[in-house]
């Protein structure tokens, strides 16, 4: 059975996470300072753990010691006290913001990953595979209503690069993973008050299948198939796919005249198209001095 961590798992994203990745089929170490009284199956170990101390997140690790497939950096302080005296202050100028602030994004949030992906290195390492996955968002890219946010959130994707660079050639992938609107506890609140519209949302498991998805990234690519308005975005894609055929806002049509064929353990050589005729001719080559 494949064992994830996921941090920061007493609510929110990392408390769906650790759930959807149980679901599929994980042994899961829950971690987080509640986590002892969150609302998690009983087959999730929960392991009481405050990510701003350090020996803590080191006892937390030793559960994963015999080995660690996928740990889940949700660990997040970035969403505590957004009021302060009655005053909303969250969506203030930075040089308004409570230095609390970036403490609970800075340290509660960019350090304990970097903190719990450095342990995570050393099982993953010698062990040749795993998979961590930071949790980001778009605000790393593009101002969205917080100075400390943006910033917090860039250098979690450059945290993720640099990782990914330093172990790629131990067969451990990083990632930063973007979750759209998601259902939790504070925004089903918002939602309830008015303030949000869900009807485009998903769930807080809806990120842990995905993370199983990925970390269950098949040694076969026959086919994929793409779901996206945006073309230039699915153009820019389709090469980084490695996969025989690739689908676009469809799945599963063939044509004669379209070769069809996978990638790495898939299977070798075409079929239909000039590709398939190719396999029944013979190539003669010459070589000639005069």
């Known amino acids: 059975m494949p064992t994830a961590l996921v941090t920061g798992a007493s609510r929110g994203v990392g ?3 650790a759930i959807g990745l149980a679901e599929c089929g994980f042994r899961v170490f829950a ?9 998690l199956p009983a087959a999730i170990a929960r392991v ?10 080191t006892q937390a690790f030793s559960k994963a010691a015999d080995g660690l497939d996928v740990l889940v950096n949700s660990a997040w302080g970035g969403y505590e006290q957004m009021s302060e005296n009655g005053q909303f202050t969250w969506l203030l100028p930075f040089w308004e913001q409570p230095n609390h602030r970036w403490t609970a994004m800075m340290d509660a949030g960019v350090r304990a990953a970097f903190v719990a992906a450095s342990h995570a290195a050393r099982i993953m390492v010698p062990q040749k595979r795993g998979l961590i ?3 980001s968002h778009w605000a790393a890219q593009k101002r969205l209503g917080n100075a400390i946010y943006g910033i917090s959130k860039a250098a979690t994707d450059k945290m ?3 990782m990914a660079h330093e172990l790629r050639q131990y067969n451990v992938a990083v990632i930063s993973l973007y979750p759209g609107l998601v259902r939790t506890e504070a925004v089903l609140e918002a939602a ?6 869900l009807s485009n949302s998903e769930t807080p498991e809806y990120i842990g299948r995905v993370i199983a998805a990925l970390a269950n990234d098949s040694p076969y690519g ?3 198939s793409i779901w996206s308005n945006d073309l230039k975005a699915v153009q820019r894609l389709i090469p980084k796919i490695r996969a025989g055929t690739v689908w676009v806002n469809c799945h599963n049509p063939v044509d004669a005249n379209m070769p069809f064929g996978g990638c790495k353990q898939a299977g070798f050589g075409r079929e239909h198209g000039r590709a398939g005729v190719e396999l029944y001719t013979e190539l003669k080559s010459v070589c000639m001095f005069v």
């Open 15 to 17: 408390r769906g996470a």
């Open 31 to 39: 971690t987080g300072r509640t986590v002892a009284n969150a609302d």
């Open 222 to 224: 026959l086919a994929a």
């Open 160 to 162: 993720t690069s640099d």
């Open 133 to 135: 996955v930071n949790i």
């Open 48 to 57: 009481p753990c405050d990510h701003l101390r350090d020996d803590e997140t």
């Open 192 to 197: 309830h008050a008015g303030w949000l519209d």
